[in-house]
């Protein structure tokens, strides 16, 4: 086991998981308090036809032109439910579920006109031990950017998320701070692509901040507690998974969800267990 | 705006600290909420909005925090817009808005009240920890800094949105329904705190529905229902006459109208 450590697309596998763990499980704080991790599960099913569409325009699967496909379409859902819902009718959960099965039933269509069919799977679920360093870049990248914006935004994102009426008179451009951290959100579904595939990207997206905010009641700790756990549960997943000869992305959501639920459990303050011996 | 310091010459100096709203209509959509409201104030005052349920309290503190839009009037504060002055204007929600579960402690939400000092990305700096710890102390709250809000009990909820307007070294406090939903000791806290708040040359403005402990409470009336219905020191004011004519209008061009839930 290692031995496989040392060889260059394993080291590259693993400075991808720190980077993704962590800026995702980052982020994930923000889906936590905005309760949307439902519109995120929609946002990344929405990338696979996303994806679709690009090698069918282009006909070609590349990297790029994948990660293209991917962020337009989850661009033309995520914004146009924001969009749709901001005339009070709708809410956005609604708009949201409609376009994205109307997104995904257009992918699902094209789907058997493509003669790459096999490496769409790759996109399903992910394979972190094939990142090129291209990927790294492109991660790295979108990593920067996403703990940037937020940490220097965190106090108007943050009062925008607790008391968006009380932001707004304070001067903060609220409705701007909610186009932002949609695009950063979309922006993290597709770095998290490559290494968990687009229908397990929730599982980095939500399960870090979820698992934090049953330890904790401090809200700064939900973001940097989850980016460590994050990046923490994904190197583990990683050395698990070459031991043991499975899948990584798969394991990566498995290990999230089992701190969850041992959190969830045994956590001091707000776990199963404790409570029940407080009465 | 850097002059913060100065709330206990406010009292000496009403005449530089006057809230001054002229014709202040608010709509939403075709409903008249607010039809042109004017009447004027100073700090060191502890003025009641009273009036039934949809008659606009709400609506009028909204507006003075510039939480909606106002579609006629002004609204000045020592002389110039109230928008130039949002830092110095609190406004404490009623408690159906607030979302309790949000992972925050006490410091954490007083601490928000130093983000018009730091700015949207300065430091947060000792001085500006020192401002919470002083608004934490000053409301009896600094054993509780560390609970989840929806961890403390009425009183001390309210207490902690309010120390977070003292963190902000706001000058006008704007409440909506503080004393709803208080114990009678909690409530008496309340009103002696608030006494105290405007002893320091503080103005407060507070949406209030029970009529018998107004004059203990509040030194001004605004009786409200769409339109003014009087303003003026609470014993002169607030008489039996002008209650019937607040709360038992008749004859309106139009009935008045809850505003809505997410305005």
């Known amino acids: 086991m290692l031995e496989v450590l040392t060889t260059g697309f394993y080291q590259r596998a693993l400075l991808a998981a720190v980077m993704i763990g962590f800026a995702n499980g980052f982020f994930s704080g923000f889906v936590v308090l905005r309760r949307t991790a439902l519109s995120v599960s929609a946002l990344s099913h929405t990338m696979l036809p996303g994806i679709a569409l690009a090698i069918f325009i282009t006909g070609a699967l590349t990297q790029a032109n994948a990660f293209l496909g991917a962020l337009f379409a989850a661009l033309i859902v995520g914004l146009g439910s924001v969009a749709v819902s901001r005339g009070n009718r709708i809410a956005q959960g609604t708009a949201l579920a409609v376009l994205y099965t109307t997104a995904f039933a257009a992918g699902v269509a094209i789907l058997p006109h493509l003669d790459t069919r096999q490496e769409l799977e790759h996109w399903l679920f992910g394979d972190i031990v094939a990142v090129g360093n291209a990927d790294l870049w492109i991660v790295f990248s979108i990593s920067a950017v996403t703990?940037?914006?937020?940490?220097?935004?965190?106090?108007?994102?943050?009062?925008?998320?607790?008391?968006?009426?009380?932001?707004?008179?304070?001067?903060?451009?609220?409705?701007?701070?909610q186009y932002l951290l949609f695009g950063l959100l979309i922006l993290s579904l597709v770095a998290s692509l490559q290494a968990v595939g687009c229908?397990?990207?929730?599982?980095?997206?939500?399960?870090?901040?979820?698992?934090?905010?049953?330890?904790?009641?401090?809200?700064?700790?939900?973001?940097?507690?989850?980016?460590i756990l994050g990046a923490l549960g994904s190197v583990a997943a990683l050395l698990i998974s070459a031991h043991f000869n499975l899948s990584?992305?798969?394991?990566?959501?498995?290990?999230?969800?089992g701190f969850f639920l041992l959190a969830y459990l045994f956590g001091p303050k707000y776990g199963l267990l404790s409570r029940h011996l407080r009465g | 705006m850097k002059d913060h310091d100065h709330h206990a010459c406010?009292?000496?100096?009403?005449?530089?600290?006057?809230?001054?709203?002229?014709?202040?209509?608010?709509?939403?959509?075709?409903?008249?909420?607010?039809?042109?409201?004017?009447?004027s104030t100073s700090c060191g005052n502890r003025v009641a909005l009273i009036g039934p349920n949809g008659a606009g309290k709400s609506t009028l503190l909204?507006?003075?925090?510039?939480?909606?839009?106002?579609?006629?009037?002004?609204?000045?504060?020592?002389?110039?817009?109230?928008?130039?002055?949002?830092?110095?204007?609190?406004?404490l929600p009623q408690r159906e808005d607030v979302d309790w579960s949000f992972p925050i402690?006490?410091?954490?939400?007083?601490?928000?009240?130093?983000?018009?000092?730091t700015g949207w990305c300065g430091r947060f700096r000792a001085e500006d920890a020192a401002a919470v710890d002083r608004a934490l102390d000053a409301l009896d709250l600094t054993h509780l800094q560390d609970?989840?809000?929806?961890?403390?009990?009425?009183?001390?909820?309210?207490?902690?949105?309010?120390?977070?307007?003292?963190?902000?070294?706001?000058?006008?406090?704007?409440?909506?329904?503080?004393?709803?939903?208080?114990?009678?000791?909690?409530?008496?806290?309340?009103?002696?705190?608030?006494?105290?708040?405007?002893?320091?040359?503080?103005?407060?403005?507070?949406?209030?529905?029970?009529?018998?402990n107004v004059p203990d409470l509040f030194d001004e009336v605004l009786?409200?229902?769409?339109?003014?219905?009087?303003?003026?020191?609470?014993?002169?004011?607030?008489?039996?006459?002008?209650?019937?004519?607040?709360?038992?209008?008749?004859?309106?061009?139009?009935?008045?109208?809850?505003p809505p839930a997410n305005a």
């Not at chain 1, 397990?200 to 809200?219: F, K, Y």
């Not at chain 2, 402690?105 to 000092?117: D, S």
């Not at chain 2, 208080?182 to 608030?194: E, M, Q, Y």
């Open chain 2, 223 to 258: 009786l409200v229902n769409q339109r003014m219905i009087g303003f003026g020191p609470t014993a002169t004011t607030l008489t039996p006459e002008a209650i019937e004519r607040t709360f038992h209008q008749s004859n309106e061009p139009s009935a008045p109208v809850r």
């Open chain 2, 62 to 91: 909204k507006a003075i925090a510039g939480l909606v839009p106002q579609r006629a009037g002004t609204i000045r504060w020592r002389g110039a817009p109230v928008r130039k002055w949002f830092s110095e204007f609190a406004y």
């Open chain 1, 147 to 177: 703990l940037t914006t937020t940490n220097l935004l965190m106090r108007p994102i943050l009062l925008t998320l607790f008391e968006p009426n009380v932001a707004a008179a304070q001067g903060v451009p609220t409705r701007t701070m």
């Open chain 2, 105 to 117: 402690t006490l410091r954490g939400l007083v601490e928000m009240g130093r983000y018009p000092q």
């Open chain 2, 147 to 212: 609970r989840q809000i929806r961890e403390l009990s009425g009183g001390q909820q309210q207490r902690g949105f309010i120390a977070r307007a003292l963190a902000q070294e706001a000058h006008v406090l704007l409440l909506d329904e503080p004393f709803t939903g208080l114990d009678r000791n909690a409530a008496r806290r309340l009103g002696d705190l608030l006494g105290r708040l405007s002893g320091e040359g503080r103005l407060i403005l507070a949406s209030h529905h029970d009529l018998a």
């Open chain 1, 248 to 257: 990584p992305g798969p394991v990566i959501v498995m290990v999230l969800g």
């Open chain 2, 10 to 39: 406010c009292a000496h100096h009403a005449s530089h600290h006057e809230l001054a709203i002229e014709g202040l209509t608010v709509k939403y959509r075709s409903l008249m909420a607010l039809d042109s409201v004017s009447f």
């Open chain 1, 199 to 227: 229908v397990l990207s929730v599982g980095l997206l939500v399960a870090p901040a979820a698992t934090v905010s049953l330890l904790t009641d401090r809200t700064s700790a939900l973001f940097w507690g989850g980016g």
